[in-house]
């Protein structure tokens, strides 16, 4: 039995454009990245190698995931002010754990969204910290 050639897109042309770039970037300041390739219809990988092959690609999108961010700190400390309100409010004692909750949802979103603005500071050996061959970045694949 013959085995049927898997069809590839090698050398298909790209969908790439800068009116692209700035609807991608611009849904990203309020959704995820995954969200915005497939709204976009395109895959993980080639969101990936446009952020590696295009630098109007990465500037863009890098500021969009900033916003981003911005807005996702922004909620947890708008929650925070609701909470406060709420806790001498003897009806609303029950909301405690679900404000928390919430707050620490949006707080790690903003640190996920943008590690340099929110994300937890990286740890590094003090006699390996100067030396740039032992530092290096790995990107946590999606599960």
Do not use: C
Not at 20 to 39: G, R
Not at 62 to 73: C, D, P, S, V
């Amino acid at each position: 039995m013959k085995e049927k050639k898997k069809k590839s897109n090698a050398g298909a042309k790209t969908k790439y454009s800068l009116a692209l770039t700035k609807k991608i970037a611009n849904y990203q300041t309020h959704s995820t990245i995954k969200e915005s390739y497939e709204k976009y219809g395109i895959s993980k990988q080639t969101y990936y190698n446009w952020m590696l092959e295009h630098k109007e690609f990465f500037d863009l999108s890098t500021q969009a995931r900033k916003i981003n961010a911005i807005e996702l700190y922004s909620q947890s400390i708008d929650l925070l002010h609701e909470l406060k309100e709420k806790r001498n409010n003897p009806e609303a004692k029950d909301l405690v754990p679900a404000y928390r909750l919430l707050y620490d949802g949006f707080l790690r979103s903003a640190g996920k969204a943008n590690q340099n603005l929110f994300g937890d500071k990286i740890q590094v050996d003090d006699e390996r910290k100067d030396d740039p061959v032992n530092v290096s970045i790995t990107l946590n694949e999606e599960k």
